[in-house]
C-alpha cells in the first residue's frame, strides 16, 4: 500500500512540475504602441550567429508562413521586401551581417509602404548529442520596430532543446529542427498580441 501511495504522489510531482514549465516565453511590448496601426510589416533578412550559414534563411521562411497564417498583418512578400533591404544596404553601404540602424529601417519602410519591420536573430540552429541520441537546438531574437521612427515595438529572444522533457517520460518530445522551428515560430507569436 505504502509503494502505492509513493507511485502516485511522484506522479502527482511529475504533473505539476510538467504544468509549471509549461510557461511561455517572455517578450516586450512597447506599452505606448498601438498593434493596430501596423496593418502592413515587413520581415528583414534575419542574421546568423549559428554555423549553419542557412539557419537565418530557414528560420525567416518559416517566421514569415507562421505570421501570415495568422492574418493579423499584411505581409509584404519576402523576395519584394529582400530587394528593397538590399538596396537599401547598398545604398548606406551596410554590409549583409551588420544590424540595420534606425535611418535604414525607416528608408526600408518608406520605400516598402511599410509600418512595421520584423527583424531576427538566429543564435543557435543545430542537433545536439544527448546520450545516445540526438535533438535539435534553437535559440533566436525577434524585434519589431516602428518603420517611421525605428522604436522597439515588440522584442522577444527564446530557445529550446528537443527531446524528452522528463527522463522516463516520452511526453511533448521534439525530434527534428522543423518541427521545434515551428513550435518556436508560434509561440514568439503569440506573444505579439
Known amino acids: ?3 502505492r501511495t509513493l507511485h502516485v504522489v511522484a506522479q502527482l510531482l511529475g504533473i505539476v512540475t510538467l504544468v509549471a514549465g509549461c510557461t511561455g516565453p517572455v517578450a516586450y511590448m512597447n506599452p505606448g504602441a498601438d498593434l ?5 510589416v515587413g520581415v528583414a533578412q534575419f542574421l546568423t550567429l549559428a554555423d549553419d550559414p542557412k539557419a ?20 509584404v512578400a519576402p523576395g519584394y521586401f529582400t ?4 538596396d537599401v544596404r547598398n545604398q548606406l553601404n551596410i554590409a549583409g551581417d551588420v544590424l540595420l540602424d534606425s535611418a535604414a529601417l525607416q528608408l526600408i519602410g518608406q520605400k516598402a509602404g511599410v509600418q512595421g519591420i520584423i527583424l531576427g536573430t538566429v ?15 534553437i535559440s533566436l531574437s525577434l524585434q519589431m520596430i516602428d518603420a517611421p521612427t525605428g522604436q522597439v515595438v515588440w522584442d522577444i529572444s527564446l530557445g ?9 517520460l516520452a511526453i511533448g518530445e521534439t525530434h527534428t529542427l522543423d518541427e521545434l522551428l515551428t513550435k518556436l515560430c508560434r509561440n514568439s507569436l503569440r506573444t505579439l498580441k
Open 1 to 3: 500500500m505504502r509503494t
Open 56 to 75: 537565418g534563411q530557414k528560420v525567416q521562411r518559416v517566421f514569415v508562413t507562421e505570421l501570415l497564417k495568422r492574418k493579423d498583418h499584411e505581409v
Open 160 to 168: 529550446e532543446r528537443g527531446g524528452p522533457k522528463f527522463p522516463v
Open 123 to 137: 543564435r543557435d540552429y543545430r542537433m545536439e548529442r544527448v546520450g545516445q541520441e540526438e535533438y535539435p537546438m
Open 83 to 86: 530587394k528593397i533591404e538590399t
Open 36 to 40: 493596430s496601426f501596423y496593418r502592413r
